[in-house]
């Protein structure tokens, strides 16, 4: 089975001329073979090794990942990174307060000494990726199945160390195609990442909530930093005797702009797609998973959006957290209309009645894989009702109240100490005095009662009894919200900060075994523990085992497949997408544009709604025509979408031209293609870009910061 899976990964990318070349997110080293050619026919005039290549400089050697779930690219040959405003955000909020509000202001520095460090975010650039799948299933012929899987994880893990270079790199090896193949990805990952320049939250996050995930948009999404490494051009620690990172490549930014059908590139890291999994999974997705996951944080949005209405300070606090919250929520919402639209699940069920006919016809039908959609059955019907649980837990106890946060931290230290565990107990007081500060910095304890009285009797209300702690439902029904709050949060050790001051002090030890008799810490390990023991491990299992029956089943669409172009699912590794600049028709009698300029932004205008509140010098700029040399037909261009398969991850990446030149940055898709994930719609998916000439208009003639062109390689 092993020799015919790994035969099969050689033949699954013959190029099918009906392939709608928007559609997929592909591999670069197989560009030139496979997908090249159909690129230079709409419009790209390179090489495939202009975009990839090893031994000499190329677009790869300009993209990085930006923190841990983010695209950015280099624009400069001093390090000058410019990525999405919503990627940088968590950044722009730590360098905040009141008396600083660089969220509501904006922040630029003027001279490289103004920069701002930002101790844990790095940017990781691709040295190389590799096929490493013979190596990967090297030895496991003839072995069971789960002497198989020590046998791939041990050689994992060898080509790993050999390939890390003591340290110098980082190495991941990563499954495609549900294991049928396997590619290592090499990074050197620099540790010196400065803050230089945000536009206000009014131009990057214009429109708030209410445009996340709309066209028309007029979202300045952008933020610029600059990467800095020692002497020797290699990573470093901070330090103020770094220098500006010298990048082998960095990409010119264009002022010609885009017209309708021009070539368009997206080369980024997207971060996580299912577009072979069975309609089980979607039916599950669209009619439960999504749904209940909306209808939860309808319920924290409502909470903290009312409180961050009222004061600046929670304002600050919460702009992060919130903007996490909501964007999978409006996304998800996208979701299940899409595929409600598309009849998703009758299409996956008309593909698998498709696939029984080849296997029925190929002879390998009973052979092979009657037995996979048996246990497709068999294991789904597990699947529903445990991830429900798991759904519902993580948006309450895991991801919900934040007080539960400091539980988890606590009940660490207080095993380790029960345990006689000093050690242990040293590295959970470390954790807790690294992340405290942090912690208290973004907590405002009236939204957490808050949202504790109403999460709370949301996961006791709506998770089955078999997956509720014995006897919590009818402890807390005892109270009402007014006494939930006065007898169990606001009596919670956790909840003040000079408790946890005595716990990580002298004798602290004796403080920490005092919360055994703390209800809420009692509350949130009673939860826990049936999360950790009847929850997960089922969730876990039956996941390893749909994966398992997975890797069958690809083996036979690649197979059944051999004279088509397949794309692996996004796995936050470097892909290439491809399309053209085009607008659309979300329903019968509208078309949307492809563009908007910032004659939008000030038809939006409404000093009334944060979101919508135009900044003074933007509107005195549009009064006075003052465009420079950025302006159109009488206005400046904000945003364009095109016709590119993204998703998660590619925030933030490259939207190049034909040329290779940057015309845009990518930071969203529209709503209604955001079932993409799953199953793409040429006619409406599109994603969408931040045009680069409105970025050089805010930093030239708003920001005042026109030094930082000066660096660039503009291409008029």
Not at 59 to 70: Q, R, S, Y
Not at 71 to 86: F, P, Q, R, V
Not at 118 to 146: C, H, I, R
Request: with cysteine.
């Amino acid at each position: 089975m092993i020799k015919r899976i790994t035969f099969l990964v050689t033949l699954f990318l013959v190029v099918n001329a009906n392939l709608l070349a928007k559609e997929g997110m592909w591999i670069p080293i197989f560009l030139e073979k496979y997908n090249l050619a159909e690129m230079q026919q709409m419009g790209f005039k390179l090489t495939a090794k202009d975009i990839y290549d090893v031994n000499n400089a190329s677009m790869k050697d300009a993209v990085v990942i930006f923190g841990g779930g983010c695209t950015g690219e280099m624009i400069s040959g001093d390090g000058l990174l410019i990525t999405n405003h919503h990627c940088g955000l968590g950044q722009v909020q730590r360098h905040s307060s009141v008396e600083h509000d660089y969220l509501t202001n904006g922040f630029w520095a003027m001279n490289r000494g103004e920069e701002l460090s930002n101790p844990g975010l790095t940017v990781s650039f691709l040295e190389y990726m590799e096929d490493v799948t013979e190596k990967v299933f090297n030895g496991t012929a003839g072995l069971s199945p789960e002497e198989a899987g020590k046998m791939v994880q041990d050689n994992i893990a060898a080509i790993r160390k050999e390939a890390e270079k003591d340290g110098k790199f980082s190495v991941q090896v990563k499954p495609l195609f549900y294991g049928n193949q396997y590619f290592m990805y090499v990074h050197k990952v620099y540790r010196d990442v400065r803050l230089v320049g945000a536009p206000p939250s009014a131009i990057g996050k214009f429109g708030g909530d209410t445009d996340n995930w709309v066209w028309p948009r007029h979202t300045g999404d952008f933020t610029i930093f600059r990467v800095y490494a020692g002497k020797d051009n290699e990573p470093a620690d901070y330090s103020p005797d770094n220098v500006p990172l010298k990048p082998k490549k960095f990409f010119p930014v264009s002022m010609k702009g885009v017209q309708p059908g021009d070539f368009t590139m997206v080369f980024g890291n997207p971060g996580s797609t299912m577009q072979y999994i069975p309609s089980h999974e979607v039916s599950i997705i669209q009619n439960q998973r999504d749904p209940d996951r909306v209808r939860i944080r309808d319920k924290k949005l409502e909470i903290i959006g009312a409180d961050m209405e009222k004061d600046s300070k929670v304002r600050i606090q919460y702009t992060s957290k919130y903007q996490g919250i909501s964007n999978a929520w409006k996304k998800w919402q996208g979701e299940i209309k899409g595929l409600q639209r598309m009849d998703a699940v009758q299409k996956k069920q008309d593909f698998e009645k498709e696939f029984k006919d080849w296997a029925v016809k190929n002879g390998v039908w009973e052979t092979e894989y009657k037995t996979v959609f048996a246990n497709f059955d068999t294991l789904y019907a597990t699947y529903k009702p445990y991830i429900k649980a798991a759904d519902i837990y993580n948006e309450t106890v895991n991801s919900g109240i934040e007080l539960f946060t400091l539980a988890g931290l606590a009940n660490n230290l207080l095993n380790a100490i029960e345990n006689k565990q000093p050690e242990k107990a040293e590295t959970a007081r470390n954790s807790i005095k690294r992340m405290l500060p942090g912690f208290y910095k973004n907590y405002n304890q009236p939204t957490d009662e808050k949202l504790f009285v109403t999460l709370l009797p949301i996961l006791m209300n709506d998770v089955d009894a078999q997956f509720l702690p014995a006897g919590l439902v009818n402890e807390t029904q005892k109270y009402d919200e007014d006494e939930l709050v006065d007898k169990i949060y606001r009596k919670s050790f956790l909840a003040d900060s000079l408790y946890w001051k005595k716990m990580l002090g002298k004798d602290g030890d004796k403080w920490v075994l005092k919360l055994r008799k703390d209800p809420l810490f009692s509350w949130y390990n009673r939860l826990k523990f049936k999360y950790n023991t009847d929850i997960a491990p089922v969730v876990m299992a039956t996941n390893a085992d749909i994966t398992a029956n997975m890797k069958i089943y690809m083996a036979g669409i690649m197979e059944m497949k051999k004279d088509q172009a397949l794309y692996a699912d996004a796995n936050m590794t470097l892909r290439v997408s491809y399309g053209k600049v085009e607008g659309y028709q979300p329903v019968d009698g509208v078309y949307y544009k492809h563009f908007t300029t910032l004659k939008g932004i000030m038809e939006k205008d409404n000093p009334a709604i944060y979101d919508y509140d135009v900044p003074d010098r933007l509107k005195e700029l549009y009064k006075s025509k003052d465009f420079g040399r950025y302006a159109v037909d009488g206005s400046v261009p904000v945003c364009f979408v095109a016709s590119n398969h993204t998703t998660g991850g590619n925030s933030g990446s490259p939207v190049v031209n034909g040329n290779g030149e940057l015309i845009g940055i990518n930071f969203d898709r529209v709503w209604e293609g955001t079932m993409s994930d799953i199953m793409f719609d040429p006619e409406v998916c599109r994603n969408i870009s931040l045009d680069m000439r409105f970025v050089l208009f805010i930093i030239d003639k708003y920001a005042g910061a026109g030094y930082l062109l000066d660096e660039m390689k503009i291409a008029e």
